[in-house]
Structures are given as structure tokens and as C-alpha cells.
């Protein structure tokens, strides 16, 4: 025989190996042939192997292990350390297992540009008065002197009404000393639901003022809700694309501190989902962004200005819309059934009624999309489950598999689902509702919440988690409302206590109605394996196992065991994205 074609034969299943590897078939072959020469010999060259005190996989293949190995920025193998024990190809990893590995942790409800323009302009959050809203603003404004202009307003969010003698603030809080004259400022407070400005932004608006937009409120001078909102917006000089990527990149840096690979960022309107879509690609995008459509009006349909796709990269997707039913509950916007027990005139604020929310719920399913809806109070969250169940009815022919047809085909989602009556809860389990619940709202608000809604209807209704457990919640934290720290997250999930107190209500140790606690392995998995369901990216994301995107983090302890008490300090040592570092922790 030539020796070339010796030669040949002899190569061609190491050219197979590395063909196979390069495009990432390695997953879809037996283990057998795994250990075939072709792919033993180039399997190094082709893969990285990492190899930690333990690993959490979160999937039931193979719940614990010791190593993994990447390729193509995805789990390419995932096993127990001692059948490599004997592989000399695994030298260099055999002696650096220190640490605890997770997957990649997921925010299933945040806003990216909006926590990237918190990072670059003045924190009020935790502000406990006027007097030191007002010092962090002339702080802020002395180390930049240039914000403030009509092209550039000095913008901030954080402040709450409840810390200044509950009286709303208004213009004249804002004259502040004589750098304050002739300023142009924009202030959210802290669930974002309204903002309060100062004298020359509200100079730009008609006076007298025009009528104000059904679901919105103007409550003192300058301060502007909900729909109300619009009548200042449309008049901000929104940052410019140089900001918003700036703003983008900042916010991700952030999170990758936090062990964030993913969120869901929840309300995109269409110029940024482009910017995203060509920021997508760069190096510097690492964290993995599910993106909900919101229109540039909210509340409408406009689906020849988007479009659904995933990135090639796994890095963007789209698939999803945001409607909003109602406001929040701080601000006595949240739409209820029966009036507030503190404000028995009102039951607040719907954004949208009935009848149109139930036909833009079934004209953007119909069109292919998932649809979420804002909800906190129980009748906005009525409404939400009437739209869906709706849309179910005329989508799936076959009415007695309408849960199955949400499972399958559409995953709707309640944003929120914050107050919701016993009627629809039962509802929500028929259906198969998917509820999408910020821990750290339920204790950032019990301080009023019972005050709002009367003992009964919180017992009966208000920040179910456990009770809502077996509908697979989405856990996030609604950053820049909350802190974006996941930790701290399954810390208010876990005690129902304050992370930033590490007490309840009371001042106590048990909890604020602790029997809708969940376990850490329940948090965890709202965090990680319960958003990539509620993404439709269920196998690809939460997990760590073959054909996975390879995201995982790294802790110095592991978290089951670990006293709830020290859950809300962990802190991450490193964050893996698609097989690269974006972090590490100084010092490691």
C-alpha cells in the first residue's frame, strides 16, 4: 500500500476528531467515541478543562461535579474528577480545584440602560430625608458642575416620599443654593413610577398644564406619575447612542461583579434594541440580555418596528413584548379591586384598559411573541390572567390543553405579580401562568404594604413566593428599583427579612410572613434554571451540562449549608461567560 494512503488513513480520524470538535459536534456522539484516538489526541487542543472543589450543575443529568470542559464557548463535558484521575492531559488542572462552582446567575427582571445611567448620575437610594436627598444633590452637583444644562439634565432616582414626613416633594425642594438657579433637573423616585422636576424643566411644558393622560397623576408641583410621566419625557433630551453605550457597558461590568451572565431586560424600545444588536458582537458585551419590546408608545402594537431573533453568540435575544397594566404600589398606583385602606377614595391607576390590553395580549402572540405584563395590584393582575386566558382560548383550538399550549408555545408572564386575589391565583395554576416576583420588593415594602392593603388582603394576597413555587417563579430584582445583587435577593427570598437590616418588620429575626419563604436550592433555581425557562431558553442557560453556553461563577463557599445570615454578604471570586473571565475578584 502507498504510504500516502497509509498516511491517510492513518490521519483521517484525527481529522474527523478535530473537524467534529471545531464545530461542536463532540456533544451529539457516544462517550466511546469520545475516547477514540482522534479525538483523545486533539481533545486539548480544542477544549479547557476546569476543575473545582465541587460544581453545582443544577441539571439532573449529573446534579454535582468536579470538572468540565469548554469549547466553543459551551459545556463540551461535564464529570466527576476521579475518571480523570489517570488522563495525564489534565495536569495542569489537577491541582487547582479551589473554589465552588454555579451556573451563570440570571436577573429575570432588570433594566440595563436605566442601572447604567443610575451608575453615571446621583444614587438617592436609602436617602432617609429631604436634607440628605438635598446634600447628595449638591455633592453630586459640584463634582460635575457641567450637568444641569438644557442639553443635559442632571438626572437621579432613588427618592421615596415616605422619608419626607410623607409629604410629596416639589419644585421648590430643588432650589437648593445658587448653583441650583436656572437648573434643569430630573429626579425618579425610587419604583420609578414618578419623577419630580425642577422649576425650568416644567418652564418647557404648556401652561396652563393640559389635561392630564388617563393612568397618569400629577400629585404636587413637579411631580409627575405614570402616564403623567409623558408630559415631561417627551420634552428630555434623551442620551445620545456614545451615553447609552457608555451607560451599557458600565451596567455590565457591574453585574459581572455580582456572578450576573444574563438578564432580562424588561421594556426595550426599538432604537435601543438596535444599539444592542450592534453592541452584540463586541468583546466587551458579557452579559447575556433577553430583551422585552416595549414600543415607543407604550402600550401599543408595533411590530413592523422589531423584529424576533438570538444573536449567533447566544449574547441577545428577542422574542418577547412588555404591556403595562398598572402603577406601583408607593405611589398608590397599583390598580386594585377594592380602594387602599389608607386612601379609601382611590383604588389606583390603570394604564391600560380592559379591552385593549386583552387585544394587543392576543395581536402580539398572534404575530409570535411572549407576552409579559406589568402587574402589582389584584386587579391589574385580574386583568393580566383575563388577557392571557383569553388569548389562550383563541390561539389553542383545543380548550382542554390550554395549559399545555401556554408551556409549549407562549410562557406568558406576569411582571411582578405582586397583589393578586385568591381567584386568580387559582387561575394563574390552571393556566400556567408564569409569575416573575423581586424578592427584595416584599421587604423593601413591608414597611408600608399592610398600612396600603389592610392585614387580611397582604395575608390572602400580597408577595406570594412560596405559595406560587410550583408555577416555576422568575426571580430578579428590578434593578435600579433593587440593588442588582442576587445574593441579596435569595437572602429577602430565604428569611423574608431585609438584606440591607438583616431584619423583619418588627425588628425580629422570623421573618415578614415567613411561610412564604422559599429553601436556597428554590431561590437559586429562580435565579438561574426558572429565567431561562421563562426566556425559552431552557438547556441552554441556568446549567451546567453538555451543549450549555459555558457561564458559570465561582464562590469561596459553597451555598447549601451556609447560614442564611452570611447569604447576603457572599461575595463573587469569578465570572465566566461563554468560556471567557470577565471577572475576578482583586486579590484572587
Known sequence: MPAHTILFWVTLPVLLGVILYQIGLQTLLPASIHEYAGFKVFRSLFEDTHCYTSVTTLSSGL????????SNGRFSRVFEYDLIKQDSSFDAVKDARAGHVYPGLWDGHGHLVQYGELLNSVNLFGSESMAEVQDR????????????????????????????????????DLEINEAFKGQYV?????????????????????????????????????????????????????????????????????????GIVGMHDAGVVPSELMLYEELSDDKDWTVRVNAMIECDARNTFCPHDVKKFSTPNGKFHVRSVKLFGDGALGSWGSAMIDPYSDKETSTGSLLVNATVLSSLTHNWAAEGYQVNIHAIGDHANRLAVDAFEITLKLQCPEITKLKRCQQEKFRFRIEHAQIIHPDDQRRMFE?????????????SDMGYAESRLGKQRTADEAYRMRSLLPLGPVLGSDFPVEPANIFEGMYAATTRRS?????????????WYPEETLTVEDALKGFTTNPAY???????????????????????????????????????RETWVGGELVYQRPGH
Open 63 to 70: 446534579p454535582n461535579a468536579e470538572c468540565f470542559s469548554v
Open 186 to 258: 430630573m429626579l425618579d423616585r425610587v419604583d420609578v413610577h414618578c419623577i419630580w422636576v425642577s422649576d425650568k424643566v416644567l418652564d418647557l411644558l404648556p401652561s396652563p398644564l393640559p389635561e392630564v393622560p388617563a393612568g397618569g397623576e400629577i400629585v404636587a408641583k413637579g411631580v409627575f406619575c405614570d402616564n403623567a410621566m409623558e408630559m415631561v419625557l417627551e420634552h428630555y433630551p434623551k442620551p445620545g447612542k456614545d451615553r447609552k453605550t457608555k451607560f451599557v457597558k458600565d451596567a455590565m461590568d457591574e453585574l459581572n461583579k455580582l
Open 499 to 511: 438584606p440591607r437590616t438583616g431584619l423583619d418588620l418588627s425588628g425580629g429575626k422570623i421573618g
Open 137 to 172: 444633590l449638591v455633592q453630586y452637583k459640584a463634582d460635575h458642575p457641567e450637568e444641569g444644562t438644557n442639553q443635559h439634565w442632571m438626572r437621579g432616582v432613588g427618592w421615596d416620599q415616605a422619608k419626607f414626613n410623607s409629604n410629596w416633594p416639589t419644585t421648590s
Open 431 to 443: 393556566l400556567g401562568i408564569i409569575p416573575s416576583i423581586q424578592p427584595t420588593h416584599a421587604t
Open 534 to 572: 421563562g426566556a425559552f431558553l431552557d438547556g441552554k442557560a441556568g446549567v451546567i451540562q453538555e451543549g450549555a453556553w459555558a457561564d458559570w461563577i465561582v464562590l469561596d463557599e459553597p451555598l447549601e449549608g451556609l447560614d442564611l445570615e452570611d447569604l447576603r454578604k457572599v461575595t463573587v
